[in-house]
């Protein structure tokens, strides 16, 4: 599956580092969502981009800080993290139709970024 | 939020059917039911979803109780790259936009 691409594919960083992790999607859709899974835990939904509005914040620290240019893009900016923070950063979209009706669409998920906070 | 209940693990033979079930009893009437599934670090890949009757796809089949309470994933002739972690999820009905709440699944291991 080639429609959602994240970079870099592994990143490793210091506390003090500021880096940005970059998803682009090809599916012509207009959400997008920011996952994170750390070792053993279920995915955790962090942020929702819907229409490039921001829309859902689940309680995510601020030195996440998500941005989306476009429909197309969306970057998770990363600031003094700490080694918890070590996980797999999933970014995902869909086409939701809007109005708020709950729509039957599939999420389209990219490879991931493994990312290791020292 | 509806949630739902899946076994941890279990084996299947390869080229041998397999069925993974899901317990979702406190489903509402408009909630969905969808099947992802993720091969090691790799990103979770849908499968299917189904509100109420029985779905194929390509891929699999899903059967709904009449009751909607419970599910199962019909994997036809599981090969050794249907190994992954299994999802079962039911979708949040509300004016949220496209959540989806992962659980813990059910990792399933194809083998020779």
Redesign the interface.
């Known amino acids: ?1 080639t429609g ?1 691409t994240q970079t870099p594919r592994h990143l490793v960083m210091g506390m003090t580092n500021k880096k940005s992790l970059k998803c682009e999607q090809h599916l012509g859709h207009n ?1 997008m ?1 920011w996952y994170k899974q750390s070792a053993k835990k ?4 962090m942020f ?1 981009y ?1 229409f490039k509005e921001q ?2 914040n689940n309680s995510v620290p601020s030195r996440f800080s998500p941005e989306c240019p476009n429909s197309s893009h969306l970057f998770l900016h990363l600031h003094t993290l700490q080694p918890e923070d070590s996980a ?1 950063y ?1 970014c ?1 979209s ?1 086409q ?1 139709p809007g109005g ?1 009706v ?11 970024t ?1 990312l290791t906070v020292l | 939020d509806a949630k739902t209940t899946q076994p941890p693990s279990m084996d299947c033979a390869e080229g041998r059917a397999a069925n993974l079930p899901c317990n979702h009893s406190t489903i509402s009437g ?1 909630e ?1 039911v ?1 099947w992802y599934r993720q091969i090691h ?6 499968i299917i ?1 189904g509100l109420k009757n029985n779905e194929t796809n390509e891929m699999a089949s899903l059967i709904i109780t009449e009751d909607r309470k419970s599910s199962t994933l019909i994997l036809p002739h599981a090969t050794l790259r249907d190994t992954a972690v299994y999802y079962c999820i039911v ?1 949040v ?13 059910t990792q399933v291991v194809v083998t020779p």
């Open positions: 599956e959602v959400a969502y279920p995915l955790e939904l929702v819907n829309t859902e797999l999933l995902a869909s939701d708020g709950v729509s039957t669409d599939t999420q389209y998920f990219g490879p991931g493994r | 408009n969905y969808y670090s790799q990103g979770p890949q849908y979803h979708r009905a509300s004016d949220s936009w496209g959540k989806l709440q992962f659980g813990a699944g």
